[in-house]
């Protein structure tokens, strides 16, 4: 019988660290692709498709998270929870492998209208959760949030030092990011329309 883990795959947009514009501390920051959410401005139009994109297995990525000098994971998109069994799976390995590491996740869906099951993993396995579609209209370029409606879920202890900052501090600055020679993306929270130039 063998007993080693299952290894599951992800499909990513992209990935880069050391991200300080995501949450506390330098961190390794992923982005899934897909989401068929919509959002009127969504920050990541390119990764709703979910054409295109690279697999990646939680082992390769828990490597580059070994390697990457950081100290907290923040899982984007596009949509963490349309692959939310190979996300929990490297969400686990997380937890076991880089036991000091803070885990952010952000998801459009409400709280509120996940299953169960799957509500019940993400309490256990995130430290924060940021929750609900993006709305242009309530950005008010305040905390970890794009938009006002979202909320936090301080699941664990381990981010409550921050929470006045994440909830209520100005947008954090943005970073420009290489991901190839002809690829550059920003990285950090939307600012509301009017402050764009
Ligand atoms: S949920 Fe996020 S990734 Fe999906 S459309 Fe809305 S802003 Fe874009």
């Known amino acids: 019988m063998n007993n080693k883990p299952l290894e599951y795959r992800i499909k990513i947009g992209y990935y880069c660290f050391p991200v300080n514009s995501l949450g506390p501390g330098n961190r390794f920051v992923l982005w899934t692709k897909g989401c068929n959410r919509s959002c009127f401005r969504c920050a990541s139009p390119n990764l709703q498709s979910t054409t295109g994109g690279v697999f990646y297995s939680t082992v390769e990525l828990i490597e580059l998270m070994k390697q990457s000098n950081c100290s907290g994971l923040t899982v984007s998109g596009g949509e963490p929870l349309i692959q939310a069994q190979s996300v929990f799976s490297l969400l686990q390995d997380v937890r ?98 009017e402050k764009y130039i």
């Open 96 to 193: 076991i492998f880089l036991p000091e590491w803070d885990i952010i996740l952000f998801t459009g869906f409400l709280f509120d209208e996940i299953d169960n099951n799957i509500r019940s993993k993400l309490s256990t396995l995130v430290d924060l959760l940021i929750d609900g579609p993006y709305i242009d209209s309530l950005n008010d370029d305040l905390g970890l949030r794009g938009s006002s409606n979202q909320k936090y879920y301080f699941f664990t202890e381990r981010l409550q030092p921050f929470a006045k900052e994440l909830e209520s501090h100005p947008h954090p600055r943005r970073q420009l990011f290489l991901l190839s020679d002809e690829e550059m993306i920003s990285v950090g929270i939307a600012p509301p329309r």
